[in-house]
């Protein structure tokens, strides 16, 4: 069993900073990609994030500049700092990884039940 558990949501004034933390537990052998999606109201689930374990990164445009994706190997954990903060940014984040449980298992997708992000004033 693996298990992927967010925190760090919150509401937050247009123009703060929000850092989201993930932590993966279980039965884990290795991971390969770990992200940050977003949800907003109405909306299709769509790629905010991306790290892979050797630590290239990967930003939807609209996040670039202002989201910083870091994951730290040793302890299964992935961050997400969000600095300049628009209302558009409004959304549940999930947390998302690729985790192979045995040297002979394939990757399997694992997603957090999600944290809520609320940019207003």
């Known amino acids: 069993q693996v298990q992927l558990v967010e925190s760090g949501g919150g509401l937050v004034q247009p123009g703060g900073s929000l850092r989201l933390s993930c932590a993966a537990s279980g039965s884990i052998f290795s991971i390969n990609v770990m992200a940050w999606y977003r949800q907003a109201p109405g909306k299709q689930r769509e790629l905010a994030a991306a790290i892979t374990s050797r630590g290239n990164t990967n930003y939807a445009d609209s996040v670039k500049g202002r989201f910083t994706i870091s994951r730290d190997n040793a302890k299964n954990t992935v961050s997400l700092q969000m600095n300049n903060l628009k209302p558009e940014d409004t959304a549940v984040y999930y947390c998302?990884?690729?985790?192979?449980?045995?040297?002979?298992?394939?990757?399997?997708?694992?997603w957090g039940q999600g944290t809520q992000v609320t940019v207003s004033s």
């Open positions: 998302y990884a690729d985790i192979r449980s045995g040297w002979y298992e394939e990757y399997t997708k694992y």
